[in-house]
């Protein structure tokens, strides 16, 4: 009898072998999307290129001149003044050309007094007084500037005579007249239909029964203003009073809003500074507002014709930039020291009297 | 009839010559290297920092280049266009012109590098490289008292121009490359020559196995068919010498620009001194070498899925504009500008492919075409013209097809529609400032609602659909771009906050606009150095890549919820195609060349310059004002002419003069005849010209010119003259123009008619006075030859004085022309017509036509049959009458171009066949005199390029002419413009 164990029987492979196949076949496959071995600057990501990069300059490392003057130019309203064909005309006028880089108005822009009272903080904080921009944005105030009786008014030597007397802009400056003003009468008188008549107007008895105006009129600068020989015969002339009774000029000095405006404790304080009325009484000043080139200019046909112009009249009063004046972000820049560095510099001054506000059309 | 014209004239003559006052002033600023000049008060705020920026790159490039320049660099700040510019030359003075306009990122083409420092940067190296004399340019330019400019009325100044400034005559890609690897170098790697849309443009011409041109072929054929045309110039260019860089280091690639004692004068054989090699073969050599760095960046990219798209059109579309998806009919709208045709508007279907022309753009850019957007509410498009001037703002109306202009020079691009209010925002550039502005219905003005600090720029800027959200790329004076969103209520307040969304660090986040849902943003960026597709997922802040591209894609535009209409980077330009909105999360970058020869040769990284604010403008400047013309007027170069007079050659002198800004050009000559055949009176030649702003006063005794020695026809004439002349432009928006000229001139001691050289005269004195108006809009495709498109017009009024009598003469011309559907080739009718009431029997009452008019050699108009005077076939003057009429029928063939006809230094780029019949009339009131005849005939152009710079024309002529009841007569012509 043979105890031998049997020879078990040989297990197929095969099953082995189609596992491996299996195995096989998905390695091939993974390999065929993700690649083997790893490929150099496979990264599996969004892989950033690498590119050299010294330091480069920073803000601080521009040094520019003035730019502050740049934005102001890039506003659409100033363009649109700027660009204005009569007003073009108006700045390319011999007369207009001749006040602005004559010696007297140059200088004025120049003189120290100016230059410190444009950077009171008052007077900024009056400019930019809601009730100043939309006074100054309304359609009655810019009808006004365009009458010619207006700047035929202006440009009369009696009357800019009167504006350079010591006496009146001391007066003009007095505590007494500055509340006048803003008492309301005095504008209100101002608005009579006739001034001349024997029959005065109501509000012309009240103005003068205010306490303030009779305080006012007892300073000694505005008693010697309204006897000066060159404030009457100003206001006298034709052309003043011609001015005076223009509905569109009477129409704006009883705007509420002007009234506001003249009222402001900014606009009340900008007047009483001393460095205001030194540089209203600077011999500067007043020697470029009476000097024949700008009073010239003021009369010229383009300029009037520049100021009358709908496109001109609709750009000052369009709704946009009285917004715009009444803007935190606009009232901040007038008041900011960079702005009214800006404004006080050589540089700007030079700059509005050598056309830099004038047309960029090149040569 | 008696003028006292001798008094005219001389009163004119002296009004002429008081310009001062007459014109607007120019300022300066100086230094001891610079004369920096500015026409507006306005653009004065950017001096210190242009003085700054150009005083820091020429410190370091004198060193460099061991070179400080004989004279001052005049430069000349203008605002001529909405986007920066810049050009240098040096013969006869160094002069650069800036635009202040920020630049055009438009696929990353120029890098966000701050621009005058760049500027400054690479102009400078034009100055440095071309105006650097070798001992020899030197001996030259001592001899010719200046550097001598080639003019076409001396052509021997060509020789003395190659003398006195040889590294001026070497092609574009020269100029051009070392200019743009600087740049880079000094600006810290912020440059072109480490650029993705550089490398992108050669691995799509290696994944295309598209034809990379060969060093002749580039300028002679390359960047005249290639969409990008003078652009091709920069890519190649900066591409060879960075591989020159990375094979053989920057020294010896100084060592070519450089001129030094004892270097080749050409920069050909300077090339092969310094790396011992011809320049074909080296260049041959960079393009296999250039295939392999390009497949192995492939071979990178294709590590991971490549985004499959389907193309939507046929073929690439060149340079297209921003695109807008019209869904109800299923329709795109994009710009596009490609060689062949002029620019347009193009509407194409999204599922078929077909193209349409909707309208023609006018003055339609290289790369972003114009800037468009679309009111889908009225199907109205919105898009720019004249976008390499001052922008004009247009709207066109899908359904009617009508085109409007509403706002004229409004310099604003970048347009967005709010839908919200049907409004337009922009971005205005003015002054050198961007501004972001709004332009509300009905379109008539803007009006500011941001205006940036200088430095910064805003661009590419999008509106979400409900009109609430702004977004832009905002990139910093250090070149540091971002992804922003603003609020547009905000805005208009005056708010200028805004959030950043993502930030690019020096890679511009290109063309990102909203879904119509305003959830998502999709653009473009390199960050991974190939323009791939991204999207931003607002809510949630984060940034997706949608594509993984081997070219790139760009100005992705959502069709649908998971599809993608975008644009492929091809050979031929972009391709519309369709991709789906998926997210990719594996992108490889690829190699920059620029990136591996810093790595290879560090020493460029100390080549990097300080800011300029080291250096103090105050401190440097030596003078500010105005900038006299007059009180710069200098000896510009004195040398030898050789003149014709009859047919006798003359030899003299010419002395040239101008101001550095050329606003005064002033030339004298005088030359003598020594033929004994010529009278004694007549041996002695002289002339003068004047020119300043739009006058011009010329003079000459015994007038003679170069051509005459070749003839046939001739202008040198006995006796002299004294002559006026204005030209001004009453419109000037190129491509269109209306400008009116007058002369008035008076000859005495003449034998021959001015204006005829076979006509006699028995007077010895007369006078003319003429006036035109001449008017033109032809436009032209990218790489043309001419103008292939328009009409131009012409009214001309010609009164001669003779003896107290009058002879006035009146012509007017109009042509129109039109490009056909054959690119290149144009069919034009020209007409002419012309009267005169005078004494038929008096020479000066006719008209006289006849012949080409070509010299045998020349320097006028090539293709001379086209003027109202010629007629080839007829012998010059042959046809003659008091009153006339013209046609001339014309049909010009597409141009052969030629890839490689010449070497280096001479070869042929193209050839262009015109075909023409015309016919003319006169005499028409008087049948016995009257002569009426036609012609047919053909010109053939083949135009060569010697010494890289000078292109010079060789034309063949031939037609036949018959005459009612005459023999037929023929004529051929052959010249040789020497000077475009």
Redesign the interface.
Known sequence: MDNAPATPPKKSKRPLWIGVGVVAACFVIYIAFH?WPP?D???????????????????????????E???I????KIQAIINNDGFKSALATPAFTAAMSSPAFTAALATPQLASALAQPGLAAALATPALAAAMASPAFTTALATPQLASALSAPAFTAALSSPAFTAALASPAFTSALSQGHLTAALTAANLTSPALKAELKATLASPALQSALKTPELQAALSSPALSAAMQSPALQSALQAPSLQASLKSPELQSALSAPALQAALQTPALQSALQAPALQSALSAPALQAALQTPALQSALQAPALQAALSAP?LQAALQ????QSALTSPELQAALTSA?FT??LT?????A?A?? | MHYPLRALLLSLLIAALSPSGL???LFERETDNLRLVY????H??????IV?CFENAFRFESRLFDYRPAEKVNVLL???GDYASGAANTVPFDFMSIGIAPFSYVYETMPA??RF?LMMMHELVHVMTMDKPSPRDSFFRSMFLGKVAPIPEQPLSMLYAYFTGPRWYAPRWYVESIAVFMETWM????GRA?G?YDEMVFRTMVRDSSYIFDVVGLEAEGTKVDFQVGAASYLYGTRFISYLALQHGPGPLLQWFIQSPGCSAGYSAQFEEVYHASLDDEWQRWIGWEKRWQQANLD?LR?YPITPYRNVTRGAMGSVSRSFLDQGANRTYVAVNFPGQTPHIASIDVTTGSVENLHEVRGGALFYVTSLTYDPASRTLFYTADNNHWRDLYSYEVPTGTSRLLMKDVRTGDFAFNRGDRSLWGV?H????S?L?RIPYPYN????VL?F???KDIFDIDISPDGSQLIGALT?????QFLIRMKTSALL??DASFDTLYDFV?STPANFVFSEDGTRLYGSS????VSNIVRYDIAKRAME?VTNGETGFFRPLPLSRDSLLAYHFTGRGFEPVVIADRTV????????L??AV??SFPVL?TW?LP???AIN?DSVTTSAGVYSPMGNIRLASVYPIVEGYKVYPGYGLRFNFSDPLFLHRIDLSASYTPNRSVPGDERLHAAFNYNF?EWGLNGAWNGADFYDIFGPTRVSRKGSSLGLNYRNYLTFEEPESLEFSGDLAGYWGLERLPEYQNIAVTFGRFYSFNAAVKYSLLTRSLGAVEEENGIRWELSSLNDEVNGVVYPRVYGSLESGTLLPIDHSSVWLRAAAGYSPGNRAEPFSNFYFGGFGNNWVDHGVIRRYREYYAFPGATLNSIGGTNFGKLLLEWVLPPLRFRRAGGESAYCTWAQLALFSGGIATNMDDPALAQTVGDIGAQLDFRFVFFSALESTLSFGYATAVEKREKMTQEVMVSLKILR
């Open positions: 690649g490929i600057n496979a990264s599996g990501t969004i892989g950033a290129a690498n590119k050299y990069r010294a330091g480069q300059m920073s803000e601080k490392d521009v040094r520019l001149q003035n730019p003057v740049q934005k130019l890039q506003n659409d946009a803007t935190p972000a606009l540089a030079s700059a050598s056309g830099a506000f004038g960029q090149p040569q | 014109y607007g002033q026409y507006s008060k306005a004065e705020y950017l001096v210190p920092h700054g203008q605002d001529f590098e701050e420092n600006a810290g790697g912020l480490l993705a990178s590590r205005r003015f002054n050198g400032i501004t502005v003005e803007w009006n500011q205006s600090d200088y430095g910093h004076v250090d070149g540091k307040a005056g020096n390199y960050y991974s150095g890549w999360t594996d992108v490889n970058p690829v190699g920059y620029g990136q810093v790595d990284k990097a800011p300029p604010s403008a702003w």
